[in-house]
Each structure stands twice: as structure tokens, then as C-alpha cells.
């Protein structure tokens, strides 16, 4: 009987050595999507370990953390949120509860938030339809202007944290911020012929890339949700109407809806993926998109 007690706890003692996780030695950094990873990883250097929420491909407004990575996650010490995003909405607070000493930085509080997907050109300047007021669309790091108040928040928060790193801190936030100033100004030059250009979208990931160039986005999902046979018909109508040359269909969402689409519109589709971690060669693929005739 005594050999099989002590033969149970062995093999007990080695599963419980075998599911312990890495304790880090560095402080640990949190974001949701792997664009806003990319940036901390550009500022933090060496100096802090970054993870990713999210993993690539998956669907940030719905995707289910695994028990495993909500371990991970109870190490973190900071964790960058979107702010309104689907799995932020569901799993922040019960993250909240389990590690009551993590700082969560919620980089939406100084964007100028949109609240509505759907933009039109009236008397020649952009309006927005304003559908779910307690719900601004929470795509913020798709326009290069608002990733650089996203990315200086993250760098203020980040000397605040570390103050023995702040010159490390600014050299590579000064070095990050020229560099989407200079994406910035370039979309503005690249996009100027395209004002008022509409271009269609599965899911609306594009409002703000949208609102800060002057472009129409049509959004086949209504504020997110699945389109009914009446709005389908009417953004068929819609795009025809201002000439769509292109669908974007991102790559967490069924491409099916979308293709049929394009075949009523007459237009190409085009694949994205928004939450790239190179996020700036997405934008400019993006771009190249919307300026192709």
C-alpha cells in the first residue's frame, strides 16, 4: 500500500513541476493586439518583457483566453489596453481580480474617440452617423495620428514606471515618433488626390484611417454585427453609388459575404490584416489599395 502512496506522490510532484510557468526576472508588459506589441516592444528594448494577449490571428472582439495565458498574465506589471474592444470588455476585469497590483493603462482616454462607422461626404466635408452612443469604435490604432498619441502615452506611462530608463525611454520614443510622423505625412500626400474616394470593408476596422484622410469607408457589418439581407442590398446600392473599387476582407472573418459583394459591386476584394505586427507595411499595403485605380 506504501508503494503505491509514494509512487502517486512522485508522479504527482512531477506534474506540478511540469505545469509551473516561467517567473520573469524583468518586469512584464501586457497590450492586447500585436500592432500596440510591436510599439512596446519598440520602447521597452531589453528592458521589460512584452506579451501578447491576442495571439496573431485571432479575433480580438472575441477571442477566448486560454487558462494558460491568463497564468501568464497574472505576472504582468503594466498592461496597455485599446479600451473597448470585445475581449478587453469581457476579460480586463477578471484579469483586474486576479492581479490586483498590475497598472492597466487604457490607451483610448486622449484619442478623440468616433462613435459610428459609416462616414459620408455632405456639403464637401466628412460626417459620421452616430449609431450606439455608449459604444465608440474601438479601432483606434489603425490611423498612423492616433497610434502617435497612443505610442506617447505608452512611452509617459513607461518613465513613470521606470524612472532610472527614461533616457533609454526617450531615445526610442523620439525615434518611434518620427518615424509614424513621417507615415503620417506621407498618407496625407499619398491620400490628398483620394479625398472623398469610398472604399468598402467586412468589419469596420477603418474609421479612423477614414476620418483622418478624408476617405468614405462602407461597412458591410453594421457597428459589428452580421449584416441582414436590407443592409446588404443597401450597401450594394451604396457602393455603386460612389464608385468602390475594392472590399478589404480581414483575415479573422469569413471572406464569403465579401466576395459575393464585390461580385454585385463590380469591384476586387483585397485581403488585410490590421492587426499585423508589422503594422506599417499593413497601413501602406492599405493605402496602396485605396489610391489604385
Given at each position: 500500500?506504501?508503494?503505491?502512496?509514494?509512487r502517486?506522490?512522485?508522479?504527482?510532484?512531477?506534474?506540478?513541476?511540469?505545469?509551473?510557468?516561467?517567473?520573469?526576472?524583468?518586469?512584464?508588459?501586457?497590450?492586447?493586439?500585436?500592432?500596440?506589441?510591436?510599439?512596446?516592444?519598440?520602447?521597452?528594448?531589453?528592458?521589460?518583457?512584452?506579451?501578447?494577449?491576442?495571439?496573431?490571428?485571432?479575433?480580438?472582439?472575441?477571442y477566448?483566453?486560454?487558462?494558460?495565458?491568463?497564468?501568464?498574465?497574472?505576472?504582468?506589471?503594466?498592461?496597455?489596453?485599446c479600451?473597448?474592444?470585445?475581449?478587453?470588455?469581457?476579460?480586463?476585469?477578471?484579469?483586474?481580480?486576479?492581479?490586483?497590483?498590475?497598472?492597466?493603462?487604457?490607451?483610448?482616454?486622449?484619442?478623440?474617440?468616433?462613435?459610428?462607422?459609416h462616414?459620408?461626404?455632405h456639403?464637401?466635408?466628412?460626417?459620421?452617423?452616430?449609431?450606439d452612443?455608449?459604444?465608440?469604435?474601438?479601432?483606434?490604432?489603425?490611423?498612423?495620428?492616433?497610434?502617435?498619441?497612443?505610442?506617447?502615452?505608452?512611452?509617459?506611462?513607461?518613465?513613470?514606471?521606470?524612472?532610472?530608463?527614461?533616457?533609454?525611454?526617450?531615445?526610442?520614443?523620439d525615434?518611434?515618433?518620427?518615424?509614424?510622423?513621417?507615415?503620417?505625412?506621407?498618407?496625407?500626400?499619398?491620400?490628398?488626390?483620394?479625398?472623398?474616394?469610398a472604399?468598402?470593408?467586412?468589419?469596420?476596422?477603418?474609421?479612423?484611417?477614414?476620418?483622418?484622410?478624408?476617405?468614405?469607408?462602407?461597412?458591410?457589418?453594421?457597428?459589428?454585427?452580421?449584416?441582414?439581407?436590407?443592409?446588404?442590398?443597401?450597401?450594394?446600392?451604396?457602393?455603386?453609388?460612389?464608385?468602390?473599387?475594392?472590399?478589404?476582407?480581414?483575415?479573422?472573418?469569413?471572406?464569403?459575404?465579401?466576395?459575393?459583394?464585390?461580385?454585385?459591386?463590380?469591384?476586387?476584394?483585397?485581403?488585410?490584416?490590421?492587426?499585423?505586427?508589422?503594422?506599417?507595411?499593413?497601413?501602406?499595403?492599405?493605402?496602396?489599395?485605396?489610391?489604385?485605380?
Amino acid at each position: 500500500m506504501y508503494r503505491y502512496i509514494t509512487r502517486f506522490l512522485i508522479i504527482w510532484a512531477v506534474v506540478l513541476s511540469s505545469c509551473s510557468y516561467h517567473v520573469p526576472s524583468r518586469p512584464v508588459v501586457a497590450v492586447t493586439i500585436p500592432p500596440v506589441e510591436s510599439w512596446v516592444e519598440a520602447l521597452v528594448g531589453d528592458r521589460m518583457e512584452v506579451i501578447c494577449a491576442v495571439p496573431a490571428g485571432g479575433n480580438p472582439e472575441s477571442y477566448d483566453l486560454p487558462p494558460s495565458a491568463m497564468a501568464q498574465l497574472s505576472n504582468c506589471n503594466l498592461y496597455f489596453s485599446c479600451g473597448y474592444l470585445g475581449f478587453e470588455r469581457a476579460w480586463l476585469p477578471r484579469l483586474e481580480a486576479n492581479n490586483p497590483q498590475m497598472q492597466l493603462v487604457n490607451l483610448a482616454d486622449n484619442i478623440e474617440l468616433i462613435y459610428g462607422t459609416h462616414h459620408h461626404h455632405h456639403d464637401g466635408e466628412t460626417c459620421t452617423h452616430h449609431h450606439d452612443e455608449g459604444a465608440p469604435d474601438p479601432h483606434i490604432w489603425c490611423s498612423p495620428r492616433r497610434a502617435r498619441t497612443m505610442v506617447r502615452s505608452i512611452y509617459e506611462t513607461l518613465c513613470r514606471a521606470d524612472s532610472a530608463g527614461v533616457a533609454e525611454y526617450r531615445a526610442r520614443y523620439d525615434s518611434l515618433d518620427t518615424r509614424l510622423a513621417r507615415l503620417d505625412s506621407l498618407l496625407m500626400q499619398r491620400l490628398a488626390p483620394c479625398k472623398g474616394r469610398a472604399f468598402t470593408v467586412y468589419h469596420p476596422t477603418l474609421t479612423y484611417l477614414a476620418a483622418d484622410y478624408g476617405l468614405i469607408q462602407l461597412s458591410l457589418e453594421p457597428d459589428g454585427k452580421s449584416p441582414s439581407p436590407q443592409h446588404f442590398r443597401h450597401m450594394v446600392d451604396e457602393a455603386r453609388h460612389h464608385g468602390v473599387k475594392v472590399v478589404f476582407i480581414q483575415r479573422e472573418f469569413d471572406p464569403r459575404q465579401a466576395e459575393t459583394f464585390a461580385r454585385e459591386v463590380g469591384c476586387r476584394t483585397q485581403v488585410i490584416d490590421p492587426l499585423s505586427h508589422d503594422w506599417e507595411t499593413e497601413i501602406n499595403r492599405i493605402a496602396d489599395a485605396i489610391t489604385a485605380e
